[in-house]
DNA sequence: ATACATACC
DNA sequence: TACTGGTATGTAT
């Protein structure tokens, strides 16, 4: 048993951990020696035994999902069938995005880990992004290294241009130096590194380092004018070509892209010829359906570890397999999971670039060694609520819902929220809500304590641009009379303040209690005012709405000409890397805010509201209403929020009568800008974890053995492009028959009459019509997300996906329901923004 | 609305 | 010694 127990255990971890060789520049690496270190390096750890656990879940839900699979009968499926990152010498060493440093460092003995520089990333993001704005004014920057691009406009002015416009100079200044600078590029990535590699490298690997050199084009022709240049021809490649050749020039920075059909292909493709390189999958419905053919699931993105496990043991591992198992897949997976699954074994994705959503959630966690007091707790969630006010304040926005998160040190991670009746940005009144789901979650574990390794405070559910404008004018206004912002708080907040709280319910159980004075500070600098984005429509809304159009339109002439619809990805590869250790001395930099706190650890929003606010006193049996700051002489918190109510009918309009200074109040101007040094370290920090989105925080993100430390110079910037070209008209399929009763379904896109009644089947004609349709004769719209759905928790065949096996006359419905809203999934399925809010 | 899991960078 | 941070999305309850 002994021994069954741990091979599981291995299994698991090996499964979930190993070497992912998913990404570009691993191939060909030892992989069974590069698991053993990792393995080796964190058995035992306290991590390791959570990942145990989690991999055992997985494990579970696929062992459910084989038991529902070996219910299915024939009957049911018969009706059915109807990381920063490493650089890539680096990755030569097994080394990889989001691994530990300590466990890379076992890798590549040599590797030096340089700290994130995020000031940097985003200069140099600003440099690529104008790049990008010449071929794409719209282009969606999915981070600071990545965008999809469309080249269609870009492409058909291309066409008439002449050579001048397309040609394009070698670094600025004097072109023979600027040469010499990229030559001198290479030989330190060709002679420094790979020999040392070789000498140092615990690691064997068997093939010789790949390296396409940088894109220096044998422009021989252009140097005598006194600067190399080249020109660009008029292609798709060409123009990509000539983008990632301007990136580099600019910023020393390599780019890969990938040109494709829609995004989801474009960002496939963007990884092909990584690094530096570029590839291009034409816009037919033959060249999309090998690529998707022999596609491994894993590449897809969406597809992630857990996907891909789940999958795989189906049986599946290639798209080919999904587009084979569709009718099984629905049958266990959600309606939303199996539609992106079918989409992807259609080869379908996005064809359009959406509007740069605004942002939904803000947060700020912090790892740190273990923490167990509460005292600690305390002021390290406090810390977090000022950093998370402070940048709640840049960007002017203010959210109803606070979530803490917290992890022990068994990893094991617990969110816990409110929602609150307003909206709330300031430090205080996020604090008073985290620090009651604090005490909340003590008390439910006690007489343990919280063992924590992390927190994070988060802030969602805010308000929309609409209606933190006139908010903010009204506090303007209010406070014209007056001061400097800093100090009213609550004041101006009053009339709206009322409004909101009378009319929802202030205060609830203990367990919920939820502050009633939300005191908002105004903001000066207020910014806000996105417009809000066109509504999403569905994938076969916008199919048929293009139908229309384009019947509409071929009423009259049908020359699109180039037929060139692109959507471009491009991503930059990370730079650098923060040390280690960076998370470890976060601990308590603000003791001292201690004892600006009550002494009892944990007190109610309400109270920590006045007490922070200098206006209230902190006995224990009675609780100060922050409407009427008088000190109510209960401790039972119903009859407490009895009282507020009552005195927000009482009494209204009347502003409160005090000085609140909350926000920033509790720290002196001269702490405060003690504080603004201390963040500005901590941005580094910050930073860095925008980097991490690339891989890890400070640990794997920018390992690069024998690079400059702060440097840039031998990291690469990666594009994805995609390209709808050569447009070329495909027979509408054939509908499927299968004949039943009388009903009928006609496709949506098509509109053929079906013959079979079974809506998997016809389902899956819609796609492929729309397949053809989109792709071909429409340049595309489908609405698939740049940022696909994820699989959490695949469902199965007992929840019973309705099927709707209406079959009317004229519409027909998918189960997607074409003309009911996209809802919230089709709306959730939007583009995941990771825009980081150190660049907004 | 809340909690949790998955995914991506 | 010893596995991140920020954001989004999906599902269950």
Same mark, same amino acid.
């Given at each position: 048993m002994e021994n069954g127990v741990t091979s599981t255990k291995a299994e698991g971890f090996l499964s979930r951990?190993?070497?992912?060789?998913?990404?570009?520049?691993?191939?060909?690496?030892?992989r069974e020696k590069i698991n053993k270190i990792i393995m080796e390096s964190s058995k035992g750890s306290r991590f390791y035994e959570n990942e145990l656990k989690r991999e055992q879940q997985v494990n579970q839900r696929i062992e459910k999902m084989m038991l529902q699979k070996a219910q299915i009968t024939e009957q049911h499926l018969k009706k059915a069938q109807a990381q920063s990152t490493s650089n890539y010498h680096a990755r030569k060493y097994?080394?990889?995005?989001?691994?530990p440093g300590f466990i890379a460092k076992k890798l590549c003995p040599n590797l030096i880990i340089v700290p994130t520089n995020f000031d940097k990333y985003r200069a140099v993001s600003h440099e690529i992004r104008e790049i990008f704005a010449d071929y794409d004014p719209h282009f969606q920057p999915m981070s600071l290294d990545e965008a999809y691009l469309d080249f269609t406009d870009h492409l058909e002015q291309r066409q008439s241009w002449p050579d001048s416009l397309r040609t394009h100079r070698f670094r600025a200044s004097s072109t023979a130096t600027g040469r010499l600078i990229i030559q001198k590029r290479e030989e330190q990535i060709s002679q420094e590194a790979v020999p040392e590699m070789k000498d140092l490298s615990p690691v064997l690997f068997?093939?010789?380092?790949?390296s396409s050199p940088s894109?220096?084009?044998?422009?021989?022709?252009?140097?005598?004018?006194g600067g190399a240049f080249e020109v660009f021809g008029k292609s798709v490649e060409e123009a990509v070509r000539e983008m990632r050749f301007r990136i580099e020039q600019r910023t020393m920075l390599t780019a890969s892209a990938g040109i494709a059909p829609n995004t989801m292909l474009a960002k496939v493709c963007s990884d092909k010829?990584?690094?530096n390189g570029q590839y291009r999958l034409p816009s037919t419905r033959e060249a999309v359906m090998d690529f998707i053919?022999?596609?491994?699931?894993?590449?897809?993105?969406?597809?992630g570890k857990v996907s891909e496990k789940m999958l795989n043991a189906l049986g599946i591992s290639s798209c080919s397999h999904l587009g084979q198992q569709m009718a099984l897949l629905s049958l266990l997976f959600s309606e939303t999971a199996w539609h992106h699954l079918m989409e992807v074994s259609l080869g379908l994705g996005s064809t359009y670039i959406p509007r740069h959503e605004e942002r939904k959630s803000m947060s700020t966690e912090r790892t740190f060694k273990e923490l167990s007091k509460a005292e600690e707790q305390l002021s390290l969630c406090r810390e977090l609520c000022e950093d998370l006010a402070g940048d709640m304040k840049k960007e002017g926005l203010k959210g109803k819902t606070v979530t803490l998160k917290l992890k022990n040190v068994n990893f094991e991670v617990k969110t816990r929220a409110l929602t609150l009746p307003y909206a709330v940005a300031t430090v205080d009144e996020i604090f008073a809500v985290a620090k009651d789901l604090l005490k909340t979650e003590r008390d439910n574990e006690s007489p343990q304590p919280?063992?924590?390794?992390l927190m994070g405070v988060r802030i969602s559910a805010f308000v929309s641009s609409d209606d933190k404008k006139p908010l903010q004018k009204s506090i303007i206004g209010f406070l014209q009379?007056?001061?400097?912002?800093?100090?009213?708080?609550?004041q101006g907040m009053h009339q709206k303040l009322e409004k909101e709280n009378v009319s929802s319910h202030s205060f609830q159980t203990p367990q919920n209690r939820q502050e009633g004075a939300p005191g908002l500070t105004t903001q000066k600098g207020?910014?806000?005012?996105?417009?809000?984005?066109?509504p999403q429509q569905s994938f076969f809304q916008r199919a048929f709405a293009k139908r229309l159009q384009l019947q509409a339109a071929n009423a009259s002439?049908?020359?699109?000409?180039?037929?060139?619809?692109s959507s471009v990805v491009t991503s930059v590869g990370t730079y650098s890397q923060k040390g280690i250790?960076?998370?470890?001395?976060?601990?308590?930099?603000?003791?001292?805010d201690l004892s600006d706190?009550?002494?009892?650890d944990f007190v109610s929003p309400v109270e920590a509201h006045a007490s922070t606010s200098g206006c209230?006193?902190?006995?224990?049996e009675s609780l100060t209403c922050p409407?009427?700051?008088?000190?109510?002489?209960?401790?039972n918190l119903n009859v407490f929020n009895r009282h507020i109510d009552q005195c927000l009918s009482d009494a209204?309009?009347?502003?409160?009568?005090?000085?609140?200074?909350?926000t920033e109040s509790d720290l002196d101007p001269e702490s405060e800008h003690e504080e603004r040094e201390v963040d500005k370290q901590r941005g580094e920090c910050e930073v860095e974890e925008e980097k991490?989105?690339?891989?890890?925080?400070?640990?794997? @993100?920018? $390992? %690069?053995?024998?690079e400059d430390q702060h440097?840039?110079?031998?990291y690469s910037i990666q594009t994805i492009l995609s390209i709808n070209g050569d447009n070329k008209t495909t027979t509408s399929p054939q509908p499927q028959s299968c004949n039943d009763k009388g009903s009928v379904l006609i496709c949506p896109v098509c509109h053929l009459t079906q013959d079979s009644d079974d809506l998997i089947i016809f389902n899956r004609h819609v796609d492929l019509c729309l397949n053809q349709e989109v792709l071909h004769e429409l340049g595309g719209q489908t609405?698939?997300?740049?940022?696909p759905p994820s699989?959490?928790?695949?469902?199965?065949?007992?929840?019973?996906?309705?099927?709707?096996?209406?079959?009317?006359?004229?519409k027909t419905k998918r189960r997607d329901s074409?003309?009911?809203?996209?809802?919230k999934k089709a709306k959730g399925l939007?583009?995941? @923004?990771? $825009? %980081?809010k150190f660049f907004r």
């Open positions: 951990m190993a070497l992912n060789d998913n990404k570009a520049g691993m191939e060909g690496l030892d097994g080394v990889r995005a989001a691994m068997e093939d010789s380092p790949n894109c220096l084009p044998g422009c021989e022709d252009g140097n005598a004018a010829n990584k690094p053919q022999t596609l491994p699931v894993r590449k897809v993105s969406g597809i919280l063992r924590l390794r009379a007056g001061k400097s912002d800093s100090s009213d708080s609550s207020f910014k806000g005012s996105q417009t809000g984005g066109k002439t049908h020359e699109e000409g180039h037929g060139n619809n250790e960076s998370s470890t001395e976060i601990v308590t930099k603000k003791a001292t706190l009550p002494q009892n209230g006193a902190t006995g224990s409407v009427c700051f008088r000190q109510v002489e209960t401790d209204p309009a009347k502003p409160i009568q005090c000085t609140v200074s909350d991490a989105k690339n891989s890890e925080d400070s640990k794997s @993100n920018s $390992i %690069d053995p024998q440097s840039l110079k031998n609405s698939s997300p740049i940022n699989f959490t928790n695949c469902k199965a065949i007992d929840r019973g996906r309705p099927l709707p096996m209406q079959a009317a006359k004229g074409p003309s009911s809203p996209p809802s939007g583009p995941r @923004n990771t $825009i %980081d």
